[in-house]
């Protein structure tokens, strides 16, 4: 059954007299051809609490508190929302992808280690049920497997599927939870999410507790469970294997720690370095624990990667790995306590990519350094094209790339996020390791070089600013300076008065190229002002050889800003003035 939603109607298509007819309201139904079309409710009076569903939009994906208990954040995303949410992911996969009447139309869910994950996964089943659809719950899960079932050719574990749910809020405090989507072509995009949300408004103010009852009773008969797990860790070995030369155990004698944060990537210790023969003693926080009692499951939080390079160097490791929440990002620890991540984590990634493809135009956000451009352009020969922040936002860019003619392979944020052309431009944090996994394997199997140095040498020529940061700078909405206009507005004009300031000054110059905010270079270092994708927040990067350097560069930011009254400049004043 699909349902079709068109402001306050849905139209329906099926064949009569299927038990999830009446699933999600009382409907009159009007027939034609033997099909039901034009459907009208009845009553669309709804006994729940009203939600600003658009409110729940965070780019591609879906974020919301999914836990009582913190003060000032009221629960949002609720078992009804995140049933209506997944009957509306059922009607916009409907309009995309039509059964071939052998079976209803499958989608698999899966989520991370959050508390909220089980009520959640529920009542996104009892969505999907209520709508006709096969639901194949993957229970503990990574984000990048979720993609992979919609690829993945095996009947015993019901895939392909024809869509995709992963329930996670990545490093996000044990609160909050989300959704994210896909089907075979990827992951949905800003419009998608926000067409999906649009339809789960018109779908829970017709509720009715007759409906939800029926979409509990069919649950029972639409819910199957499969290990798919198994499947995703088969094919992580088998790459490293083929890479290293079809040898069984290409890592045996390397000593490598894991770090899974109390998150999902536990399973990448028993079930893709052991079988390769590694050893992992010292691996910390492998089991699943939605409080997150040792540190937050984030690549870029110092405190997390503190605790893998002390585990590194107390357990005397080749190489350390952490993930976060759901995967979908990781970093790396070389055996001295050196970190890859950030723009080392890109260097690295680059030095790769480009022993492969050499020239490719490796794609990062906006914050990269100039350091890393550098390295990428005149040490390893390839182009760099720093686009936007977000990691949606640099996937779409390189594939665009490549549509145009300009071949690129990686598309990487500082964040971690990290999407290969080889792996569907999936950003898969489990896969990026891998691609390091095989770099060590396939050096020792040539005699190039053996142990973690072989990755230190390869980012050896990266320049480092001695100082980096990045402030965020507030904007008021309720100040009388914004004069009843957005928060987009006003940051937008702070941007326009930066970038004509800056033209009068000999010291700094504007980048020949920039996607997004004012970029600058000057005192040796530069600085980036953007305007956040979601939040009344302007954040300021800035990298410098020196402190002296860094403060003239935050000088000459405050100096153009100061006068726009509802922008909060409290974090920057602390720094210029060393506080």
């Known amino acids: 059954m699909c349902w079709h939603i068109s402001n306050a109607t849905i139209h329906l298509t099926d064949t009569p007299n299927q038990p999830w007819e009446t699933s999600m309201c009382l409907l009159q139904w009007s027939v034609l051809d033997s099909h039901y079309t034009a459907v009208q409710f009845v009553s669309a009076a709804s006994a729940f609490e009203k939600v600003d569903f658009q ?69 996104v089943s009892r969505g999907l049920a209520g709508a006709g659809f096969d639901v194949i719950q993957y229970g503990l899960a990574s984000t990048p497997a979720m993609f992979n079932s919609t690829l993945t050719e095996d009947e015993d574990v019901f895939c392909p ?9 990545s490093h996000l405090p044990y609160n909050r939870n989300g959704l994210k989507f896909f089907t075979n072509a990827g992951g949905l ?23 939800l009852k029926e979409s509990e009773l069919a649950v029972s008969a639409a ?41 999902a990537g536990g399973f990448f ?19 699943p624990d939605g409080l997150f009692p040792n540190h937050i499951p984030n690549p870029e939080d110092k405190a997390a990667m503190r605790a893998l390079t002390q585990a590194v160097l107390e357990n005397k490791a080749d190489l350390g790995i952490i993930f976060d929440t759901d995967v979908d990002r990781s970093a790396a620890v070389d055996s001295s306590g050196r970190e890859f991540n950030r723009n080392r984590l890109i260097a690295l990634m680059s030095a790769i990519v480009l022993e492969e493809h050499p020239g490719t135009t490796i794609v990062t956000d906006s914050v990269t350094s100039d350091g890393l451009t550098a390295f990428i352009e005149n040490k390893l020969g390839g182009k760099h094209h720093r686009f936007k922040r977000g990691y949606k936002n640099v996937i779409d860019e390189a594939i665009r790339l490549n549509f145009v003619g300009e071949e690129s392979h990686l598309a990487i944020e500082t964040s971690g996020h990290g999407a290969l052309k080889e792996n569907h431009w999936l950003d898969d944090g489990a896969y990026l390791m891998v691609k390091v ?57 702070v941007l326009k008065h930066l970038e004509n300031m800056i033209t ?29 994708l979601h ?45």
Request: hydrophobic share 45%.
């Open 161 to 169: 599927v024809d869509g995709s749910i992963m329930i996670t809020a």
């Open 437 to 493: 996994l095989n770099k060590l394997a396939s050096a020792r199997v040539s005699g190039s070089g053996c142990g973690s140095k072989v990755l230190t040498d390869m980012v050896d020529g990266l320049e480092e600013a001695e100082v980096a940061v990045e402030l965020r700078l507030k904007i008021d909405q309720n100040h009388a300076d914004l004069k009843g206009g957005s928060f987009r507005d006003y940051g937008e004009a």
């Open 504 to 532: 009068s000054d000999s010291k700094l110059n504007r980048a020949p190229v920039n996607y997004e905010g004012v970029r600058v270079s000057g005192h040796g270092g530069w600085f980036l002002l953007r305007l956040s």
């Open 269 to 287: 210790m028993g079930k893709v370095l052991e079988p390769l023969g590694a050893v992992t003693s010292g691996s910390q926080f492998l089991e």
């Open 535 to 579: 939040d009344p927040v302007l954040p300021l990067n800035i990298e410098a050889p020196s402190l002296e350097e860094a403060v003239k560069l935050g000088l000459a930011v405050l100096a153009a800003v100061k006068e726009f009254a509802a922008l909060d400049t409290s974090a920057l004043d602390k720094f210029v003035q060393g506080l």
């Open 189 to 211: 995009g800003k419009a998608d999410i926000k067409d999906i949300l649009e339809r789960a408004a018109i779908i829970y103010d017709n509720f009715s507790n007759d409906a």
């Open 55 to 123: 409110k729940l939009q965070n780019g591609s994906d879906i974020r919301g508190v999914a836990v009582a208990g913190v003060e000032g954040e009221p629960v949002s995303l609720t078992e009804r929302v995140a049933e209506a949410i997944a009957a509306a992911f059922a009607a916009w996969l409907c309009d995309r992808k039509k059964s071939d009447g052998s079976r209803p139309l499958r989608v698999s869910i899966g989520h991370d280690s959050r508390i909220s994950a089980q009520t959640l996964q529920d009542a």
């Open 223 to 263: 819910v199957r469970k499969a290990d798919y797990m198994n499947i995703y860790t088969a094919n992580l070995v088998e790459a490293v294997r083929r890479a290293a030369g079809n040898i069984e155990k290409p890592l045996e004698g390397f000593h490598i720690v894991v770090d899974a944060g109390n998150g």
